[in-house]
Each structure stands twice: as C-alpha cells, then as structure tokens.
Nanobody, 120 residues
C-alpha cells in the first residue's frame, strides 16, 4: 500500500485545514487508517483513526472536538478536517494504514508526511 498525504500549509491560529491521504495498492480500503503527527523535538503521536468501514473513529484528547477524520473508500482517500487550529498543532502529519488503534506499531504503511504550521 502506498500513501500520499497532502493539504498541509501555513494557517493562523483559529483557522482550518483539511489533510488528505490517497492510498493505492491492493486491498488498501480494508485497512484501518490513522493520522499521527510529530512536532520538532518530540515523538510521533497519535491524532485520529478510523476503521475500514468508517463506522468507528478515535481521537487523541488534544484534538477531540476540533478534528474530524473520515474516509471515502470509493476514492481510497482518508481525510482529517482540522478546525480551531492551535499553535501546538504545528507538526508534520503522517497518515498510516494498518490494524488501527493508537499505537504506531499497529500501522504497517506510512505516507511521507505533510507539514502543518500554525502561527499565532
């Protein structure tokens, strides 16, 4: 499975961005999908995940109520809508495909990352 993340950029605090992750390869639509992020000098952390059917989602407490993950299996694409962005959301965002959950090791496939910078 190959993953291509896009949609990052520079936004002011309080603004919004939508990240996309296009998946290709065999059976990509059957994997759970996740978004993780890594800020400078910090470890990669879980942001959100969604099961293959789209019926179950999970969010890190830090983004709950502000971010929404969704997927379109017909397009093999997963999205994360990020609203009310905060400076602390600045990071490289990675999409991943795998078994799902919050643990990095449960994801076998990773995209290249897209940078989100939130200015004050």
């Amino acid at each position: 499975v190959q993953l291509q993340a896009s949609g990052g950029g520079l936004v002011q605090a309080g603004g919004s961005l939508r990240l996309s992750c296009a998946a290709s390869g065999r059976t990509s639509s059957t994997y759970a999908m996740g978004w993780f992020r890594q800020a400078p000098g910090k470890e990669r952390e879980f942001v959100a995940s969604i099961v293959w059917s789209g019926g179950s989602t999970d969010y890190a407490d830090s983004v709950k109520g502000r971010f929404t993950i969704s997927r379109d299996n017909a397009k093999n694409t997963v999205y994360v809508q990020m609203n009310s962005l905060e400076v602390e959301d600045t990071a490289v965002y990675y999409c991943a495909a795998g078994l799902g959950g919050r643990r990095i090791y449960r994801y076998s496939f990773w995209g290249q990352g897209t940078l989100v910078t939130v200015s004050s």
